[in-house]
């Protein structure tokens, strides 16, 4: 094969933004032919083939949006709002209903994943400019007066005058304004009475400080950044596999033991894998989960979402609610969405494994992502956050976390450690007597 | 298919306990020895769920299509005394990001 890893040559390829094909740092060192000469010196030309149709597919997707006052279409209100209950965006005036259109449709997102070739990307889903501002400035045309929208938060803000909401819905390089949504489903009061189920059945040796300042209503609705892709790729995988034909005893010294027999065979499994809806998080923050520092495996665990009723992103989904703005570009979440990908094919193929019931071990993956597409999404999380003060001195941000779609709940709750220790060492003892009283007693 | 069925039986058990048990008479008295420390790492994972994450490699939709298979018969291994295959490696998962440290 004239290219032993595509997947990590894809996730160097860049798929936006002005680099020149001879710019350096497109032969990356960890490149598959860097990888080939290991331990020759570096510097000379690699060749480095990049496929013709590499620039990415760029789908529009905030056409005929604009920023600034959103009116209901029959009173002319800016007080518009999500109704949970019917999912649609309701004038809180007039108490008309809309929703915004399918993304899915929009976009065209249904389409056969097995045509996807190259890179395709939703334009909210483009590369962020550094210097593009975090707070942005708009002219309220009500009013003429001056409304900052601190996109960190926020895609809306009122204007402190004529008190009308702004809305910005146009894509700055700022991942502010993602290419899709998923409106909040699961109602606040539902979420309370989940939060609050998932920590009474961990109270007995949860912080006294904890259960003292539990307090569910103050849970959070969040919007959170998200890449949603779809990976179109041919896959070959080769390695062994065991089937075991006899299994028996034998007698070594005193005892027992068993024995196995087993047919070894060259395994080979050559296919097209079309992933869809693979979801992963776009903040660098909530990537970050090492769980000796934080809890944001807490909020990775209550996933998948029903990614395929996002509709357009419209700001006024967002009253009501705040959002974290997406700070990672494709270069830098490709390695993780192909690693995953990985996973998810060499999961699915050990229902072609069933014969192999000591096992397969893979020595050669081979997979070539020919097409894969990128979209953009704010998804809904109810988030109940406590920060635990240790006696250190650190501190620790514990989540109970609710999936505003599916309900799934997850939580992290502070441990009275003397507590638990002590009941542990009272444990032990019990189980160790147990142990001499059955050791003497012959059993 | 029935193997199928006992081999995923079989699988979730190992997985259940932990990967290592084993089948001789001693394991009784050896839970009884660790009891205190087995009671600590329960509570532990039921309060704080450091333990859990999204199931990505079976969570997310996929399909696979034009399947070929190429297995060829390579020998037979006799008198082994592990029960799996060594080093078996087709359901690892790579892309986790929880990580304990
Ligand atoms: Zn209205
Ligand atoms: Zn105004």
């Known amino acids: 094969m004239e290219n032993p890893d595509p997947m990590s040559r894809a996730a160097e390829q860049e798929p936006v933004g002005p680099v020149p094909p001879s710019a350096p740092d497109v032969a990356a060192p960890s490149s598959p032919a860097a990888d080939a000469v290991d331990g020759s010196p570096q510097g000379f030309d690699i060749p480095v083939l990049e496929p013709d149709d590499d620039a990415p597919r760029v789908i529009q997707t905030d056409e005929g949006a604009s920023d600034g006052l959103a009116k209901c279409s029959r009173c002319g209100a800016t007080e518009i709002s999500l109704n949970v209950a019917t999912g649609n965006l309701r004038c809180n005036f007039c108490r008309f209903e809309w929703s915004a259109q399918s993304a899915a449709d929009a976009f065209d997102l249904n389409g056969d994943i097995g045509k996807l070739a190259g890179v395709t990307m939703g334009s909210g889903s483009s590369d962020i400019v550094p210097s593009t501002d975090e707070v942005m400035t708009f002219k309220c045309s009500a009013c003429g007066a001056e409304v900052l929208i601190d996109t960190a938060s926020s895609t809306q803000a009122r204007c402190h005058w004529c008190r009308n909401t702004l809305s910005m819905n146009q894509q700055v390089p700022n991942g502010a304004v993602p290419d899709m949504i998923l409106p909040f489903k699961v109602a606040k009061e539902t979420a309370i009475a989940s939060i609050n189920k998932f920590v009474q059945k961990r109270r007995f040796f949860a912080h006294p400080l904890f259960r003292a300042e539990f307090t569910p209503e103050n849970v959070m609705g969040v919007y959170l950044p998200y890449m949603v892709v779809d990976i179109n790729a041919h896959a070959r995988l080769s390695g062994e596999g065991e089937h075991q034909t006899r299994s028996y005893t034998v007698k070594v010294g005193d005892s027992q033991q068993t024995r196995y027999d087993a047919d070894l065979y060259d395994v080979v499994r050559d296919f097209d894998v079309h992933v869809s809806d693979l979801t992963v998080e776009s903040s660098s923050e909530r990537l970050d989960q090492i769980t000796s520092q934080n809890a944001n495996n807490i909020i990775n665990t209550i996933m998948p979402f029903d990614v395929e009723n996002a509709v357009r992103y419209d700001s006024n989904y967002m009253k009501g609610f705040t959002s974290e703005r997406r700070d990672s570009n494709l270069d830098e979440l490709s390695p993780i969405a192909f690693t995953q990908a990985e996973d998810i094919t060499r999961h699915r193929v050990n229902s072609t494994l069933t014969f192999y019931d000591r096992g397969v071990r893979w020595t050669q993956q081979d997979v070539d992502v020919r097409g894969q597409r990128w979209v953009s999404a704010y998804l809904p999380v109810w988030l109940y956050s406590y920060q635990q003060r240790k006696s250190n001195g650190s501190t620790f941000l514990h989540y109970v976390a609710v999936n505003a779609r599916t309900g799934e709940t997850m939580g992290s709750v502070p441990i009275h450690q003397g507590k638990l220790l002590l009941v542990s060492g009272g444990v032990e003892v019990a189980g160790i007597i147990a142990a001499i009283v059955l050791t003497a007693l012959g059993i | ?101």
Do not use: C, P, W
């Open chain 2, 1 to 101: 298919m029935t193997t199928s069925a006992i081999v995923t039986a079989v699988h979730d058990q190992v997985l259940a306990s932990g990967g290592s048990s084993g089948d001789d008479g001693g394991f009784v008295g050896f839970i009884f020895l660790l009891s205190g420390f087995a009671f600590y790492a329960l509570m532990y994972f039921r309060y704080r769920n450091a333990d859990k994450r999204h199931r990505h490699e079976s969570e997310t939709e996929a399909t696979l299509l034009n399947m070929k298979a190429e297995d060829t018969f390579v020998r037979s291994k006799t008198g082994m005394s592990n029960r799996t295959m060594n080093g078996a490696n087709s359901h690892e998962v790579r892309g986790a990001r929880k990580k304990f440290f």
